[in-house]
């Protein structure tokens, strides 16, 4: 998985939850919120879409907590919510488009702090798929709920359908 690609939206969420410090081991209650905020990415052409693609943090309010944790402390499940409007743009034509993110999912980390699966909730969220990925090359805005993305050991991204819709950015942007 590449520093650039855990950069994107709630995919950067997940990353920055897996670096959250979790509640004693063995917690049964939540953890406290805690403020989160995404960063923008930039990838080259190829890499999700036909073109060079990059996102910009528009307007950003989510929060993060524990909900379950590893025996030594370390987040096994989080949960992220809130307010989070992302700018895409084909850097080749500079057409734009901004997206509502807002949503409620979680994340699942390994032991290692690594990403296993993230879920929709409500709302939305957006994942990158590299061209080994079953629905890649692409990258996908998810509205609705029960919607999932599993990321393997080899670093393989498989996305579960749920209810509501599913754009490609790529489509979107390209033309």
């Known amino acids: 998985m590449t520093r650039w690609t855990l950069r994107t939206t709630l995919l950067g969420i997940a990353l920055a939850a897996a670096m959250v410090a979790a509640p004693a081991a063995g917690a049964t209650a939540p953890g406290p919120w805690q403020e989160y905020r995404s960063a923008g990415f930039s990838v080259p052409a190829g890499a999700r879409c036909p073109f060079a693609l990059s996102s910009t943090v528009v307007d950003d309010h989510e929060r993060i907590r524990t909900l379950e944790t590893y025996p030594d402390g370390n987040p096994r499940t989080q949960q992220v919510v809130g307010q989070l409007v992302v700018r895409y743009t084909n850097e080749d034509t500079q057409q734009s488009v901004r997206r509502n993110l807002t949503g409620n999912a979680l994340v699942e980390l390994r032991p290692d702090r690594s990403l296993s699966r993230m879920s929709l909730q409500g709302g939305h969220f957006a994942v990158g798929f590299r061209e080994r990925d079953p629905a ?40």
């Not at 805005?141 to 599913?166: L, N």
């Open 136 to 175: 890649g090359p692409a990258f996908l805005v998810f509205t609705g709920a029960g919607h999932s993305v599993s990321f393997a050991d080899d670093g393989t991204r498989t996305a579960t359908y749920g209810e509501g819709g599913v754009e490609n950015i790529c489509d979107t942007l390209a033309g």
